[in-house]
């Protein structure tokens, strides 16, 4: 592997910088370090706390990995099914949950659940352009963010469902507590999302990032106990944490959220308050436009009843 430290890794310690550009961990990239085989602008780096610079060329022997083994399914993890049908299945969510598996993170999420009801979803780990992590999963929703997501159970219908995301021609309406009152009370955020500058792991406003639209509509405005207002919100694009960066960006962080500064001690929710409550795209194979929608959640319903 050979890359080039860009100015969102510019300060960081080498051993953090090769974790994040190879996706080993950092046990891995310590005693890769220690061997010799991690180069900066051609030397050896045998320190993990040296600091990389903008423009450093970090070249690194990246060892083969074993595969990993097939993911499992959980019959364990509960998982509400609102329609199912040979093409497509689409999931409420529930809060706290991971949609599918990452790095030394291979069960308790979504896809397990859903393998354990869908065997046949394990079809999808073999098929051309297919994640094997991710079968049948074509977006995504936080782990604190409940609400509807709809799977593909064939290549075609995964092919169709990015395609259709792809043209923004997807419905995803959100409803949304925010800090504070938007003005105006209806409106579009219309701002760039990259990854964070001071921090890779958040994402941020940023110049040069991914296009990224926000639609809203506030519906209601709370004074006690603090302010707050409850929104409704439609993606335009689907970018990693979009509504809560967008929010945070304008001075009004989702209620709940802490990664982004939403968190505050007179509404104790322990998830951003966000939930995913209509979906709509056409069905994959009728072509027939399809529409679910999900109540609120009662853990946010007990949280909204709070607010006057």
């Known amino acids: 592997m050979r890359e080039v430290v860009p100015s969102a890794l ?4 080498i051993d953090r910088v090769v974790a994040i550009m190879t996706g080993l961990t950092r046990a891995e990239v310590a005693s890769l370090i220690d061997g010799g085989v991690v180069l900066v602008d051609g030397k050896a780096s045998t320190k993990p706390s040296k600091r990389v610079v903008e ?6 022997d990246v060892p083969e990995r074993t595969p990993p083994e097939p993911l499992a ?4 993890i509960p998982v509400d099914v609102v329609h199912a049908d040979d093409a497509v299945i689409v999931v409420d969510k529930q809060p706290h949950l991971v949609v599918h598996p990452g790095a030394g993170n291979r069960q308790g999420t979504l896809v397990n659940a859903l393998l354990a009801r869908f065997p046949d979803l394990a079809e999808l780990a073999h098929a051309d352009g297919i994640d094997p992590d991710r079968p049948g999963i074509v977006h995504r929703l936080d782990a ?6 709809v799977v593909a159970r064939t290549a075609d219908a995964h092919a169709s469902l990015v395609a259709q995301l792809s043209a923004r021609t997807v419905g995803r309406r959100y409803r949304v507590v925010t800090l504070g009152h938007v003005e105006p009370a209806s409106g579009v955020v219309d701002a760039p999302i990259g990854r964070s500058p001071s921090d890779p792991t958040r994402m941020a406003v940023v110049n040069g990032g991914r296009e ?3 639609r ?3 519906v209601a405005t709370f004074t006690d106990p603090i302010p707050t207002c409850e929104l409704v919100c439609s993606l335009e694009t689907g970018r990693t944490h979009q509504i809560r960066v967008h929010f945070a960006a304008i001075g009004h962080p989702v209620a709940g959220d802490e990664r982004y500064g939403g968190d505050r001690p007179a509404l104790a929710l322990g998830r951003p308050f966000l939930h995913a409550e209509e979906l709509a795209f056409d069905h994959p194979v009728t072509g027939e436009r399809v529409r679910f929608t999900s109540a609120l959640p009662a853990d946010l319903v007990e949280v909204r009843a709070t607010l006057s």
């Open 55 to 60: 423009g450093n060329v970090v070249e690194v």
């Open 212 to 214: 990224a639209r926000t």
């Open 216 to 218: 809203y509509d506030v």
């Open 144 to 149: 604190g963010t409940s609400g509807l997501l």
């Open 10 to 13: 510019a300060g960081e310690r």
């Open 73 to 76: 399914g959980d019959p364990t």
